[in-house]
Each structure stands twice: as structure tokens, then as C-alpha cells.
């Protein structure tokens, strides 16, 4: 069975500063990794994914995230945040057997300061 | 635009009574998914169709129920609903596993019960 854990339930950053938000997974295959986005009484939105290839990944808004095997991460960073990133953020992991069900982590909570 | 669409935006019901809430997608996808989301946590889910293949997730209350009629459509009915209900219940959809994994979301139904 596969799990998620994202470490810190809040995360409080200036406007401008980097953004750090850590995901780390456990699964027994190769896992299919997820960032999602969900602002405020609205549904969730993908920022990016990692299935195979590069282990690197770019999604929008400048979010990226990179897949580490040896470390079982896929931490999400942004270099400079911006006020709009303000919102809740869920790291989710599939597998291709069984069912195509996303396990979510418990979200972290991003608070950008002006 | 393709996309998933959920009505209503914000639903208000009494206690024990039935409440249907609304789902549909133009992105001609296989997969329909029902998630529970309450204050603060992850998605939850509830069940999902595979076409009109049904799969309830084992701790899925049988006061949650769920039909499709077609493609395009999939309703939550929640026969009698109690307090502890009350939450965002967000529908998603996806393409047949094994093809894609992304799941995209609708905006939600956010249910209070009185």
C-alpha cells in the first residue's frame, strides 16, 4: 500500500523567499507522483506530476519538483513566491496496478508575508 | 473548454433529509470519482465508476450512494444526512487506467446540513 507524508501542516514564507514544501512517500513499486494546489472553496488543480522520464519536473505558476528515489521525496520548491501562492497544497501518490486511486497526504498550508 | 463541472456551488440541507449532489465532465473520460473533504484534510475517497463498473471504497458509510447514468454524468445521493456530513464533497474524473493518471477536479459541492 502506498502512503504520503508532508512534513509541516503550515508553512509561512515571505513574499519573494523560496518556498519548501516536503513530501515523502512509501510505496513497494514505482510510485506516480502529484502536486496539487487548492485555493479557498474550490476544487483541487494539478501543478505537476511525475510518472517516468526526468526526474525533475516543471508545472505552472513556477512550481517545480523533483523525484528522489534514494530519499522516497518529491518535494515541491518555487524560488520566489508570490502573494497569489497563498493556498492549501496536497502531494498525492498512485501506482500503475490496481486501481487508479490517489493517496493524498494531509496538505500543507502555504501563508505567503508581504 | 473541457472540464468538470459540479452543481450546486453550495448546498443547504436539513437533517435526515436526502440530498442529491451533481457531477458532470466534457473531457469523455472513463473514470468518475466522489471525494469527502472535510475542514482542513485531504480528500477523501468515497467511491468510483469505471464506466458503469461501480467500486465503493470499504468504509464508504451506506448512507452515501451513487449513480451514472451515462458518461457525461454522476450523482451523490446521501440518503439521510447527519451532522457529521457536512463537508466539500469534490468530484474528479480521469481517463481509463493505464493511460493516464492525472485525475481533474471539479470546483465542489460545499454541504452544509442544518
Known amino acids: 500500500a502506498q502512503s504520503v507524508t508532508q512534513l509541516g501542516s503550515h508553512v509561512s514564507v515571505s513574499e519573494g523567499a523560496l518556498v519548501l514544501l516536503r513530501c515523502n512517500y512509501s510505496?513497494?513499486?514505482?510510485?506516480?507522483l502529484f502536486w496539487y494546489v487548492q485555493y479557498p472553496n474550490q476544487g483541487l488543480q494539478l501543478l505537476l506530476k511525475y510518472t517516468t522520464g526526468a526526474t525533475l519536473v516543471k508545472g505552472i505558476n513556477g512550481f517545480e519538483a523533483e523525484f528522489k528515489k534514494s530519499e522516497t521525496s518529491f518535494h515541491l520548491t518555487k524560488p520566489s513566491a508570490h502573494m497569489s501562492d497563498a493556498a492549501e497544497y496536497f502531494c498525492a501518490v498512485t501506482t500503475i496496478q490496481g486501481a487508479q486511486k490517489l493517496v493524498f497526504g494531509q496538505g500543507t498550508r502555504l501563508t505567503i508575508n508581504p | 473548454d473541457a472540464m468538470v463541472i459540479q452543481n450546486p456551488r453550495y448546498q443547504v440541507t436539513q437533517f435526515g433529509k436526502p440530498v442529491t449532489l451533481s457531477c458532470s465532465q466534457t473531457?469523455?473520460?472513463?473514470?468518475m470519482y466522489w471525494y469527502q473533504q472535510k475542514s482542513s484534510q485531504a480528500p477523501k475517497l468515497l467511491f468510483h465508476y469505471y464506466d458503469k463498473d461501480f467500486n465503493n471504497e470499504a468504509d464508504t458509510p451506506d448512507n452515501f450512494q451513487s449513480r451514472r447514468p451515462n458518461t457525461s454524468f454522476c450523482f451523490l445521493d446521501i440518503r439521510s444526512p447527519g451532522l457529521g456530513d457536512a463537508a466539500m464533497y469534490l468530484c474528479?474524473?480521469?481517463?481509463?487506467?493505464?493511460?493516464?493518471?492525472?485525475?481533474?477536479f471539479g470546483p465542489g459541492t460545499r454541504l452544509t446540513v442544518t
Open positions: 474528479a474524473t480521469s481517463r481509463e487506467p493505464g493511460n493516464s493518471y492525472e485525475q481533474y
Open positions: 510505496s513497494s513499486v514505482p510510485p506516480y
Open positions: 473531457l469523455n473520460h472513463n473514470v
